[in-house]
């Protein structure tokens, strides 16, 4: 192999530059962001050959130089967050943005941040408002807690009761809630940063009133209560409640904190599912301050929801840290418009697109996935289409031993491996992102909208 000669095949830039597909690019995107991508591609091609023990690829990769530096400064210009269809069955999959919201919010909420906005400004008094008042009421009616307010995530809910709450001070947690909450993030860390010392109480699974009365001290400042939504302790386990320590927490004069990480507002028990505990029956457990997520069980954006008595949410609206943890225009609208469903249970279970998969009946499923099945027949001639019984998830942290009976529609290509196809899948617009099992692909239905039944088939039916 001789590399002098594979380097001097590489087109000069002068040369790059009077091709028509180059001019074309130049044309729509610029000359600078053009000469960077072929400098770019250049250099790439050289240290290629440099580190090359054979030609193999390397001819064509030099003759397809022009096509794909046309294909990068497009690609660079195109937006990497893109919409995904979700045939996995985990219906709060924390890879894929977890709770979606309705097409009727999105509307709403397009015609609000595509403009200006009453955010900050209070309409009746002329004068400057407050972000938090325009789901406060909200959260308050439907939770029955005295003030209400919203940080960036649930994370940061933790973060700021702690420092506002606990600052140089102990907070008792009982051993069997140090949970991590994913990515490494764990309640113990979370504590450090706000200022507040943990204080371990108990075992792994078995935590006694006894605990918390023999743990307090003059510098302790509060109970922490954390439940495990993403994981479950059984067989020899005993915790106390909030309800049960509300007493203990009286006497010493001790607030009580409880984060509920998933929050949900609705017994999911009516579905089927275990029951998991709601925010009203925090409040009603009589839990001073409860916090928790806005994109999983509740089904709205990414938030982290405070709620409990008015003069520790008054004392966080006033922590420095609330304006480097506030939400944005895009999460205030988005979650009001969700809140609104909830003041109609029937009306949140019917609209928001969690409840809605949660609550979907088997049958209902089953016949959602015969049509799936049947547009995919139509268009497919080189794959074997079957419906199977399957199990979703809720996912995201929530519930994590509940499975739901579902649907999958199955995909066995004839024509192209299942990898090959899966690749293909991730790489369309939108992507679909689904199971493999048995050497084919799952499409768990529960977890589809309707409205993408023809273009899944079409996808499927441009390759097989």
């Not at 309705?102 to 909420?109: I, P």
């Not at 595509?114 to 002329?126: F, I, R, T």
């Not at 020899?236 to 990480?261: C, H, M, N, R, Y």
């Not at 949660?358 to 289409?385: N, P």
Request: charged share 30%.
């Amino acid at each position: 192999m001789d590399k002098n000669v594979l380097y001097r095949s590489i087109p000069k830039v002068d040369i790059l530059l009077e091709k028509d597909e180059i001019k074309a690019v130049i044309s729509e995107y610029g000359h600078e962001i053009v000469m960077d991508i072929i400098r770019e591609e250049t250099d790439r091609l050289r240290l290629l050959i440099a580190e090359a023990d054979s030609e193999t690829g390397l001819k064509s990769k030099i003759d397809n130089l022009t096509d794909t530096i046309v294909n990068e400064v497009k690609n660079l210009f195109k937006p990497k967050v893109r919409k995904v269809i979700n045939g996995t069955g985990t219906i709060l999959h924390t890879n894929l943005g977890r709770a979606p919201i309705t097409r009727t919010q999105a509307e709403l909420l397009k015609d609000i941040v595509c403009g200006y906005s009453n955010l900050e400004y209070n309409l009746e008094l002329g004068k400057r408002g407050e972000r938090y008042s325009h789901f406060e009421k909200l959260l308050c009616r439907i939770t029955g807690a005295e003030a209400a307010m919203v940080v960036n995530n649930n994370a940061a809910a933790v973060m700021l009761i702690l420092s506002t709450m606990a600052k140089g001070g102990e907070v008792v947690v009982s051993r069997g809630e140090l949970i991590e909450i994913g990515g490494k993030f764990r309640i113990p860390d979370v504590m450090e940063q706000s200022g507040a010392k943990l204080v371990e109480i108990g075992t792994t699974n078995k935590t006694h009133l006894s605990d918390y009365e023999e743990a307090v001290t003059e510098d302790t400042k509060a109970f922490l209560k954390v439940h495990t939504s993403n994981y479950s302790i059984v067989g020899f386990t005993q915790s106390v409640t909030a309800s049960e320590l509300k007493p203990l927490a009286e006497d010493k004069g001790l607030p009580i904190i409880e984060d509920l990480g998933s929050g949900v507002l609705i017994d999911l028990a009516k579905f089927g599912l275990t029951h998991e505990p709601t925010v009203q029956e925090a409040i009603e457990a009589g839990v001073d301050v409860v916090c928790f997520s806005g994109d999983k069980l509740l089904g709205g954006p990414q938030a982290g929801i405070i709620i409990g008595k008015k003069k520790y949410i008054n004392m966080m609206k006033k922590n420095q840290l609330t304006r480097a943890l506030r939400v944005d225009k895009f999460t205030v609208t988005a979650l009001e418009l969700v809140l609104l469903s909830y003041l109609n249970e029937e009306k949140a279970i019917s609209e928001i697109p969690v409840l809605k998969m949660i609550s979907e009946t088997y049958d209902s499923v089953k016949e959602r996935a015969g049509r799936l099945a049947d547009i995919i027949r139509d268009k497919c001639k080189h794959a074997e289409i079957t419906i199977e019984d399957c199990e979703s998830q809720v996912g995201g942290g929530s519930l994590p031993l509940e499975r739901i009976k579902s649907v999958s529609v199955v995909i066995k290509p004839k024509n192209i491996s299942v990898t090959s196809l899966e690749e293909i899948m991730h790489h369309s617009r939108p992507a679909i992102v689904a199971r493999t099992a048995e050497d084919a692909i799952w499409m768990d239905v529960r977890t589809l909208l309707d409205e993408d039944f023809e273009t899944i088939g079409s996808l499927f039916g441009g390759v097989l």
